[in-house]
């Protein structure tokens, strides 16, 4: 079974940081490729940003020089350094092996998506 259990979301200041965290099991990070979506309050989900088997990112050029995708393949963990944050990037942040930009195509025999975490940015 494929599990991915994010956490790390929370309230912050406009120009703050939050550090996002997806555990992944049933499927390891060094053979699929990963990402992080998010969808804000009356809005569709959209690609923010994913990382492939080999480790490498691409980035919604919304986000791009502000967060900041990694993995760590032994703990088999996703993350999502987000820097500057800004009141539109308010939303639930979900960690799925669907791929939001055509390098990061999966290899998962079906999509499968964490519960998400709620990230809230103040003004």
């Known amino acids: 079974e494929v599990l991915l259990v994010e956490s790390g979301g929370g309230l912050v200041q406009a120009g703050g940081s939050l550090r996002l965290s997806c555990v992944v099991s049933?499927?390891?990070?060094?053979?699929?490729?990963i990402a992080w979506f998010r969808q804000a309050p009356g809005k569709e989900r959209e690609g923010v940003s994913c990382?492939?088997?080999?480790?490498?990112?691409f980035y919604d050029n919304a986000v791009a020089g502000r967060f900041t995708i990694s993995k760590d393949n032994a703990k088999n963990t996703l993350y999502l350094q987000m820097d500057n944050l800004q009141v539109e990037d308010t939303g639930v942040y979900y960690c799925?092996?669907?791929?939001?930009?055509?390098?990061?195509?999966?290899?998962?025999?079906?999509?499968?998506w964490g519960k998400g975490t709620r990230v809230t940015v103040s003004a």
């Open positions: 799925s092996t669907v791929a939001p930009f055509v390098p990061c195509e999966s290899d998962a025999d079906k999509p499968y």
């Open positions: 049933g499927i390891t990070l060094d053979e699929y490729n």
């Open positions: 990382i492939t088997s080999a480790g490498s990112r």
